[in-house]
């Protein structure tokens, strides 16, 4: 701790896991940290939370890690979080059509060579091994593609696999979602194989395992988290930000403060002057169901040609999500209930009568429309101004508005503050000689351990 002073404080708005990540790590590299949080409570769009309506604990969202999430699951090592999250010993996505009642599980193998196409109990019913080679186009689509220009949606392996995939994944419809974007999902799961493509869940709940834990660990570390903080402007000087100005009082930053603006692209674009952020977002429909789950019951189920999407098996809790939700944000919560009910029953082969007691949440803005024409608005970490950083999902990670792109994002944040505080050390004799290519070299390093352990 003795180079915080040196280095200043680390001032972090916002406590969702962007923010939660670059905390963690700041604080864990001897940095001062400040958290502020306009909400009573950190985690964002990923927690857990109490419901009265069904009298039972349930996270606000559905979120699937895999065990190639190398961010996600830095982020838990370093939160002493990895005993929190349990999954199959190997890769396995059941899905059900409710259409034909036609049920099958998808099973790569474990290694990136994906001879699992090559067998037919292993891949999508009535597909061919020749299929699967087409999802290579989306290597070599433009920019401006979208992955039903690229990928054929009239064959079976598209509505069966590529569809569901690419909706969960980008939370927007095929028609307007980036072919690239996709490909680089398909290249850090499918395309690294069953080993990085096995499933993990919470044990209990999203609170437990992302938020709870990183909470513990930044008091450990001495960091200060202030909730029902909420930030109304900034004050610029001519290269940085001198001001925080909350509602209930200003911040004055001295000259070796930094800030991280780990806010939703929308209050970001507000607060800093000249911004573009994407501005075109995604619904999403979550319906939770209180009901007990058959024994042996899968984890998860993804569902075609249904009104369900995917459903989750919880703790006494049975999870409907529906990404790209546009065609039924507007639909009455009586009448969802019923039909995600219909295809939860079929799918985990319950009674459809009576329906159990159900919370329907609605996200109108749940993450950013992940089109070409909005992929283009995503900043990068950097600002105009020195001592200002953004994090958050719709920073450009390479990846959508994911667990691991937040993480992501703000695991670059931190390293950037880390590297650019070293950096000043050197040029101001601190830190004695140190060729910028050593410099650069250990930057290099810090990547590989926070992405990739």
């Given at each position: 701790?003795?180079?915080?002073?040196?280095?200043?404080?680390?001032?972090?708005?916002?406590?969702?896991?962007?923010?939660?990540?670059?905390?963690?790590?700041?604080?864990?590299?001897?940095?001062?940290?400040?958290?502020?949080?306009?909400?009573?409570?950190?985690?964002?769009?990923?927690?857990?939370?109490?419901?009265?309506?069904?009298?039972?604990?349930?996270?606000?969202?559905?979120?699937?890690?895999?065990?190639?999430?190398?961010?996600?699951?830095?982020?838990?090592?370093?939160?002493?979080?990895?005993?929190?999250?349990?999954?199959?010993?190997?890769?396995?996505f059941?899905?059900?059509?409710?259409?034909?009642?036609?049920?099958?599980?998808?099973?790569?193998?474990?290694?990136?060579?994906?001879?699992?196409?090559?067998?037919?109990?292993?891949?999508?019913?009535?597909?061919?091994?020749?299929?699967?080679?087409?999802?290579?186009?989306?290597?070599?689509?433009?920019?401006?593609?979208?992955?039903?220009?690229?990928?054929?949606?009239?064959?079976?392996?598209?509505?069966?696999?590529?569809?569901?995939?690419?909706?969960?994944?980008?939370?927007?419809?095929?028609?307007?979602?980036?072919?690239?974007?996709?490909?680089s999902?398909?290249?850090?799961?499918?395309?690294?194989?069953?080993?990085?493509?096995?499933?993990?869940?919470?044990?209990?709940?999203?609170?437990?395992?992302?938020?709870?834990?990183?909470?513990?660990?930044?008091r450990?570390?001495?960091?200060?988290?202030?909730?029902g903080?909420?930030?109304?402007?900034?004050?610029?000087?001519?290269?940085?930000?001198?001001?925080?100005?909350?509602?209930?009082?200003?911040?004055?930053?001295?000259g070796?403060?930094?800030?991280?603006?780990a806010?939703?692209?929308?209050?970001?674009?507000?607060?800093?002057?000249?911004?573009?952020?994407?501005?075109?977002?995604?619904?999403?429909?979550?319906?939770?169901?209180?009901?007990?789950?058959?024994?042996?019951?899968?984890?998860?189920?993804?569902?075609?040609n249904?009104?369900?999407?995917?459903i989750?098996?919880?703790?006494?809790?049975?999870?409907?999500?529906?990404?790209?939700?546009?065609?039924?944000?507007?639909?009455?919560?009586?009448?969802?209930?019923?039909?995600?009910?219909?295809?939860?029953?079929?799918?985990?082969?319950?009674p459809?009568?009576?329906?159990?007691?159900?919370?329907?949440?609605?996200?109108?803005?749940?993450?950013?429309?992940?089109?070409?024409?909005?992929?283009?608005?995503?900043?990068?970490?950097?600002?105009a101004?020195?001592?200002?950083?953004?994090?958050?999902?719709?920073?450009?990670?390479?990846?959508?508005?994911?667990?691991?792109?937040?993480?992501?994002?703000?695991?670059?944040?931190?390293?950037?503050?880390?590297?650019?505080?070293?950096?000043?050390?050197?040029?101001?004799?601190?830190?004695?000689?140190?060729?910028?290519?050593?410099?650069?070299?250990?930057?290099?390093?810090?990547?590989?351990?926070?992405?990739?352990?």
């Amino acid at each position: 701790m003795r180079g915080a002073p040196r280095s200043g404080c680390v001032h972090i708005v916002g406590a969702g896991l962007a923010g939660l990540t670059a905390a963690v790590r700041l604080a864990a590299s001897g940095r001062s940290v400040i958290v502020h949080e306009a909400a009573p409570h950190a985690g964002g769009r990923c927690r857990s939370y109490f419901d009265a309506e069904l009298g039972c604990r349930i996270d606000n969202g559905n979120h699937l890690l895999l065990a190639g999430n190398s961010a996600s699951l830095a982020y838990l090592r370093k939160t002493d979080a990895e005993g929190t999250i349990a999954g199959p010993r190997k890769a396995a996505f059941p899905f059900i059509d409710v259409g034909t009642n036609e049920r099958w599980t998808l099973r790569p193998n474990r290694g990136a060579v994906p001879w699992w196409i090559c067998t037919s109990a292993r891949r999508v019913p009535a597909t061919r091994t020749a299929d699967y080679f087409a999802a290579l186009a989306l290597w070599r689509a433009a920019p401006s593609a979208t992955v039903a220009a690229v990928l054929d949606p009239s064959c079976k392996l598209f509505r069966r696999l590529w569809e569901p995939l690419a909706v969960a994944a980008l939370n927007t419809d095929v028609e307007r979602a980036s072919a690239a974007l996709f490909w680089s999902i398909l290249r850090e799961t499918l395309g690294r194989g069953g080993a990085a493509c096995r499933p993990l869940v919470p044990r209990v709940g999203l609170s437990e395992t992302f938020v709870e834990p990183a909470l513990a660990r930044l008091r450990i570390h001495g960091a200060e988290i202030r909730f029902g903080a909420r930030l109304k402007t900034l004050d610029f000087a001519t290269t940085r930000v001198a001001n925080l100005v909350f509602e209930a009082g200003s911040i004055r930053l001295s000259g070796k403060d930094a800030v991280v603006l780990a806010v939703p692209a929308a209050i970001a674009a507000r607060l800093v002057p000249g911004l573009a952020t994407p501005n075109c977002f995604s619904p999403i429909v979550n319906a939770h169901f209180r009901c007990a789950s058959p024994e042996g019951a899968p984890l998860f189920v993804g569902v075609v040609n249904g009104s369900a999407q995917w459903i989750f098996r919880k703790r006494g809790v049975l999870s409907v999500t529906v990404s790209a939700a546009d065609r039924i944000i507007d639909r009455p919560a009586s009448e969802l209930s019923e039909v995600f009910w219909r295809d939860v029953a079929l799918a985990y082969r319950l009674p459809t009568n009576p329906v159990p007691p159900v919370r329907i949440v609605k996200e109108r803005r749940a993450t950013f429309l992940a089109s070409p024409e909005q992929l283009q608005r995503r900043p990068g970490a950097k600002t105009a101004w020195d001592n200002l950083l953004l994090a958050g999902d719709y920073v450009a990670t390479g990846l959508p508005a994911t667990i691991e792109g937040a993480i992501r994002s703000g695991f670059a944040a931190a390293r950037l503050l880390i590297h650019s505080s070293r950096e000043a050390s050197f040029s101001n004799g601190e830190g004695g000689s140190c060729p910028s290519a050593a410099l650069a070299r250990e930057a290099e390093q810090e990547q590989h351990r926070a992405f990739h352990e």
